[in-house]
């Protein structure tokens, strides 16, 4: 009998290793060069509002944050923030490009196992050097057998890459922590959509899970994903 599902893909940032963490304590230093120009919720408002803004222009990722954060400090100090302070931020931002990389629980395991049975690929949006150091220090590159680093993930960019690697939507999953990101669009598609959630998630990220759909999974972790894989046929 043919399979049902031949490729399985993976997000990155928050599903294989940590990512999220470090913007958190990021955001919790900058917040504390501008505590004298903004209370806290204020300010993660607007830098909130920056990215936003500028998804469009510099893409996902560290250099996009902190191109954001340099914008907030000159918006909420009447463009009065010490160079010093902007000197800061872009070392800040140095730091976040350096940091070494933690993979999750199960996540080495799960791609292994997977990966014996079916073909399996990377699937992730940001910086494309970053990315691709992350993936280096990840010790997991050799276990997939493509890689795709995507400025956005909607339902066209998830046809074009399942057909690319694949036998198209029909017989491909996402695996990921982004309910916007990694499952929303995946189903709309036609594919499989597993939600692994991670705990923090970027508010540009929230989406409310789909309803009614039938391709549609969640996981507590990525240790009982080779059941599913296995049951999905």
Same mark, same amino acid.
């Given at each position: ?54 998804? @469009? ?11 954001? =954060? ?22 800040? @931002?140095?730091? =976040? ?81 982004? =309910? ?54």
């Amino acid at each position: 009998m043919p399979k049902r599902l031949t490729l399985v893909a993976f997000d990155a940032d928050d599903t294989l290793w940590h990512n999220e963490r470090f913007f958190r304590l990021t955001q919790d230093r900058f917040a504390e060069l501008l505590s004298d120009h903004a209370d806290p919720d204020h300010l993660a408002e607007r830098l909130l509002t920056a990215e936003k803004r500028n998804i @469009g222009r510099y893409g996902f990722g560290v250099k996009g944050f902190v191109l954001s =954060m340099i914008e907030t400090a000159i918006e909420v100090t009447d463009e009065k923030v010490p160079a010093s302070v902007i000197a800061e931020l872009i070392a800040m @931002g140095h730091d =976040m490009l350096a940091y070494p990389i933690e993979l999750l629980p199960h996540a080495q395991e799960a791609v292994q196992v997977v990966a014996e049975t079916h073909r399996v690929i990377l699937v992730t949006k940001g910086d494309l050097l970053d990315q691709e150091r992350k993936l280096a220090q990840s010790g997991l590159g050799d276990l997939f057998d493509g890689v795709e680093i995507v400025s956005s993930k909607t339902p066209t960019t998830y046809q074009s890459v399942f057909d690319r690697h694949g036998d198209g939507p029909d017989k491909a999953m996402m695996v990921g922590n982004s =309910m916007r990101s990694d499952i929303v669009p995946v189903i709309q598609s036609g594919g499989w959509g597993v939600y692994v959630p991670h705990g923090l998630i970027w508010e540009i990220e929230h989406a409310d899970p789909p309803t009614g759909a039938a391709r549609y999974h969640a996981l507590e972790d990525l240790g009982s994903l080779a059941e599913l894989v296995e049951a999905i046929g």
